[in-house]
């Protein structure tokens, strides 16, 4: 009897601090940094600095990378400017894009890339057509996680591994 109860309690723990599967850091998380800090404004900004710095020095990373297999394929996917503005500026930009609640699910990576737009005055129609294809990325890119099938997506995984072992 405790055995059943304990894993009930278990089941419906798991089941209520469950979490949706989630790919990116986004608008949602960089909002809420200040709570997470209990609103110290100088812990919010190291966080907020920390975390754009670690993505930019992985955007170099993986820029590296891949320019050391192919420079062309380099350039075509790293091509964007993301060192226009300052990482205090970048933060600042951050904070005005997502206070727009239909921007919160855009990726903060992409949301760098819109920051760097707006600072180099690119058009914003230009600028409108970039966050309009990251709002549908973002969504094809749920949909796809929702739907996956997790025990095809092994079983493939599994298969391609086992033929390339001798």
Not at 25 to 40: E, L, P, S, T
Not at 131 to 143: A, G, Q, Y
């Amino acid at each position: 009897m405790k055995k059943k109860i304990l894993t009930l309690l278990i089941f419906f723990t798991v089941i209520i601090f469950g979490q949706e599967n989630r790919l990116f850091w986004d608008g949602r998380d960089w909002n809420r940094v200040a709570k997470n800090v209990g609103h110290d404004t100088e812990m919010e900004s190291r966080v907020k600095r920390s975390y754009l710095h670690g993505v930019l020095d992985g955007r170099l990373y993986g820029y590296l990378k891949t320019w050391d297999e192919n420079a062309t394929l380099a350039n075509d996917v790293f091509g964007e400017n993301v060192d226009y503005l300052s990482v205090r500026e970048l933060v600042k930009s951050l904070d005005h894009f997502y206070n727009d609640p239909l921007n919160s699910y855009i990726p903060i990576p992409s949301a760098v890339v819109i920051s760097n737009l707006y600072a180099q005055r690119v058009p914003l129609n230009i600028i409108d057509d970039y966050i309009r294809e990251s709002r549908e990325w973002v969504n094809s890119l749920v949909i796809d996680l929702d739907t996956l099938n997790y025990s095809r997506l092994i079983e493939e995984k599994y298969l391609k591994h086992r033929a390339k072992s001798p």
